[in-house]
């Protein structure tokens, strides 16, 4: 069902893939990608991968594809990107959008490979290392993904992506309340027209009621999808 001979890429495993991709995001509690239009001061490489656009085929639990799938459709995808490489190897945009179709079907570390390799060129590359940085985040290595956010904030300090993310991951990973606030904070600070600062309000209001609890307490409600 989800066989395509090699070099092609289907509308079904285009939709799959897409839907993936969503699932993830809502899973990490909508952590952004370094390219993502919210990013309002995001340096460097900025070539997002192209979008993925929805086949028509509705899916189903049964067609949920597995690990090797995922990695196959990246594969096939990226072919054309890896060629073009060939014959541009200093080419860290390219190098950017083949990390991106990686960390899209939920390749890490071969997303990293990537995302490092363009890093090389582009040392300063503030949206690849954000989305690097969230890579190691979803790959369980949440100190990492903080080192490089924090690199991040070092070139660029009103980088609204890694701000956001970094709260998320200080809070959901290591239950850094008082440093999830800041970064959310510094966030609003620096983009007072940021497109989802209720959002960001909310996730404040959260993080202040959960220092607050005591044990027994009932929890704060669930971030809002």
Not at 215 to 222: E, K, L, T
């Amino acid at each position: 069902m989800m066989e395509a001979k090699q070099g092609q890429w289907t509308s079904t495993q285009a939709y799959v893939l897409s839907v993936i991709c969503l699932l993830v995001g809502v899973a990490v509690g909508y952590l952004v990608r370094g390219s993502a239009p919210e990013n309002t001061k995001g340096g460097g490489v900025n070539a997002a991968a192209a979008p993925i656009q929805p086949g028509s085929t509705p899916m189903t639990s049964a067609q949920q594809p597995t690990p090797e799938q995922l990695r196959h459709m990246a594969d096939t995808q990226a072919e054309p990107l890896l060629t073009q490489l060939k014959s541009d190897p200093k080419n860290s945009a390219l190098m950017y959008q083949i990390g991106n179709l990686y960390y899209d079907a939920q390749q890490y570390p071969e997303a990293i490979k990537y995302y490092e390799d363009a890093l090389k060129i582009d040392p300063k590359a503030t949206d690849v290392r954000t989305d690097m940085a969230t890579a190691y985040h979803l790959m369980g290595q949440p100190d990492r993904a903080i080192q490089e956010y924090d690199a991040v904030l070092k070139i660029d300090g009103e980088h609204a992506n890694a701000l956001f993310n970094e709260g998320m991951v200080k809070w959901q990973d290591k239950m850094d309340l008082p440093g999830a606030i800041a970064s959310w904070k510094r966030l609003l600070e620096a983009h007072p027209d940021y497109p989802q600062r209720d959002r960001v309000q909310q996730l404040i209001a959260q993080a202040q009621q959960h220092q607050t609890m005591t044990p027994g307490s009932a929890p704060s409600p669930a971030i809002a999808k």
